[in-house]
């Protein structure tokens, strides 16, 4: 099985920053994650794309939050990272880290994150 932990949630005013970080874990050696991304949720409503971005380093947004949120990775730790600016209240959600095909010692496929609660609020 592959763990995807992620930290970095939390509550901020509006028009403030924070930083996801997901890290990608298993058992036995992770050899290579396809696409590493962020999802997020709000009640009511199902879960949309947030970031993704591939071993490549190829990167895509959703509209609402270009030109403010930058993903990144580093493949050696197989970690990805959110780096989310000027938030807004419509941000406020719960964001889940995702793997797609993961390729590892004794897994593979696509896992997902428990999820991490980013509230925006003053």
């Known amino acids: 099985q592959v763990q995807l932990v992620e930290s970095g949630g939390g509550l901020v005013q509006p028009g403030g920053s924070l930083r996801l970080s997901c890290a990608a874990s298993a058992s036995g050696s992770i050899f290579s994650i396809s696409t590493m991304g962020w999802y997020r949720r709000t009640p009511g409503k199902q879960r949309e794309l947030v970031a993704t971005i591939t071993s490549g380093g190829f990167t895509n947004y959703a509209n609402s939050v270009k030109g403010r949120f930058t993903i990144s990775r580093d493949n050696a730790k197989n970690t990805v990272y959110l780096q989310m600016n000027r938030l807004e209240p419509e941000d406020t959600a719960v964001y889940y880290c995702?793997?797609?095909?993961?390729?590892?010692?004794?897994?593979?496929?696509?896992?997902w994150g428990q999820g991490t609660q980013v509230t925006v609020s003053s």
């Open positions: 995702n793997a797609e095909g993961v390729v590892a010692a004794r897994a593979s496929g696509d896992f």
